[in-house]
């Protein structure tokens, strides 16, 4: 496990001034919902099939963490961060980050602290599920809301995440403006 995080982390650090951050989060995002989707698949039929039945579900759901794991660590792990240093103004900066990672870590250790009530009250099949359910929402959130930041000036992505949201979808892809030519 630690050595699939360690390869796709680097991969992700190789890619990133290629592909570019939303190209690697939205594929990142894609390939967690997909191998949440299919651990909650998996833990569902393990859960409904019979003591000593010979299924090959284990071995998926082995198979979907480490896809979650490999997903993880190429987009939405090392992204974030550098998305969201960048997309804060420079003023701001440093609070900005400091309250992303502050909030980063409330809701890792909410979903941990919740976890093992909420595999009870939906079963951990859905407890997954409504973690994959909840990806789509960033992915949604991402793909409407985040422009390509790559290879922009940080004035100009200041001047886009400056305005309010709906004019900052109106204006995506970046537009070249007086300033910046």
Request: net charge positive; aromatic share 12%.
């Amino acid at each position: 496990m630690g050595l699939a995080k360690t390869v796709f982390i680097l991969t992700a650090i190789l890619l990133v001034d290629r592909v570019g951050r939303r190209g690697l989060y939205l594929s990142s995002l894609a390939g967690v919902i997909v191998s949440l989707s299919c651990l909650g698949l998996s833990l569902t039929v393990i859960e409904h099939s019979k003591p000593n039945q010979d299924v090959p579900w284990p071995r998926a759901a082995i198979a979907s963490v480490f896809t979650f794991v490999a997903s993880f660590s190429i987009g939405l792990g090392p992204i974030t961060g550098a998305y969201s240093s960048e997309v804060i103004p420079l003023r701001l900066r440093a609070q900005g980050v400091s309250v992303g990672v502050a909030f980063n870590r409330v809701a890792n250790a909410t979903v941990a602290l919740s976890f093992i009530s909420l595999s009870n009250a939906i079963t951990m099949g859905g407890a997954f599920f409504l973690f994959g359910f909840l990806s789509v929402g960033a992915a949604t959130f991402f793909y409407f809301f985040c422009p390509e930041t790559q290879g922009r000036p940080l004035e100009e992505i200041e001047e886009v995440f400056g305005h309010g949201w709906r004019e900052r979808r109106h204006n995506m892809p970046f537009h070249v403006s007086k300033h910046t030519k």
